[in-house]
């Protein structure tokens, strides 16, 4: 499916400017923010919606930039986005939107006529036979992706070796005030005194039975 040179699938994945008209303005919208998801890593999408927002975010070098309605802008800004398509060559990717179709906007002198000569390789129209179906099922297959990609991240942080859990602090605080004892102290603990008093009396009996064992002989 082609579109005055260039695919649809192609602009919503390359870096060239184009004009998108047809659908209302929340379908264009997607369809930039889809865009800009080919470029993630250069930031969000940024909308443009007065002629003094412009300057800044044209003078990038990345991102993509989306104008939502170019005619409310007027023709000194359309002038000023095409100076940036003819002397920059890293610019972001500019998306210029239409509320009408170009060929109507340059009838009553709302579109510059060298600006839509410009882009006239690069245009999309949402209203295309057959386009509205191959959005949705491309957009039902990037969610798919998604949620796949999203899953395989909570699987593998699911399979991460728990850590020990650290004792209580008033354990910790008991722990470290006790002295470690050693082994000897450890084992001779003081006997029971029924036990000693036992072991006394044994003793006393060998000593009477040596004494009279003396006495005999």
């Known amino acids: 499916m082609e579109y005055g040179g260039y695919s649809e699938e192609d602009l919503v994945s390359n870096r060239a400017a184009?004009?998108?008209?047809?659908?209302?303005e929340a379908d264009r919208r997607a369809w930039a923010h889809e865009a800009a998801g080919h470029f993630a890593g250069e930031g969000p999408l940024v909308e443009i919606r007065s002629p003094q927002e412009l300057s800044s975010s044209l003078g990038k070098s990345r991102g993509v930039v989306f104008i939502p309605d170019a005619l409310a802008l007027g023709l000194e800004a359309q002038s000023q986005i095409l100076r940036c398509l003819q002397e920059r060559e890293e610019r972001p990717k500019i998306i210029i939107a239409l509320p009408r179709l170009p060929d109507e906007a340059l009838q009553q002198g709302l579109l510059r006529d060298d600006l839509s000569y410009r882009?006239?390789?690069?245009?999309?129209?949402?209203?295309?036979?057959?386009?509205?179906?191959?959005?949705?099922?491309?957009?039902?297959?990037?969610?798919?992706?998604?949620?796949?990609?999203?899953?395989?991240?909570q699987t593998r942080l699911g399979k991460k070796p728990k850590t020990a859990k650290a004792a209580p602090a008033s354990r910790r605080k008991g722990a470290a005030s006790r002295k470690p004892q050693s082994s000897r102290s450890r084992h001779a603990r003081p006997a029971p005194k029924s036990l000693a008093r036992g072991a006394r009396r044994v003793v006393k009996k060998v000593r009477s039975v040596k004494k009279s064992g003396k006495k005999r002989r």
């Open 18 to 24: 184009l004009l998108l008209y047809g659908g209302n």
């Open 119 to 153: 882009l006239r390789l690069a245009r999309v129209n949402l209203d295309a036979e057959g386009l509205a179906e191959v959005l949705q099922e491309r957009r039902r297959k990037l969610e798919e992706k998604l949620a796949t990609a999203k899953e395989l991240v």
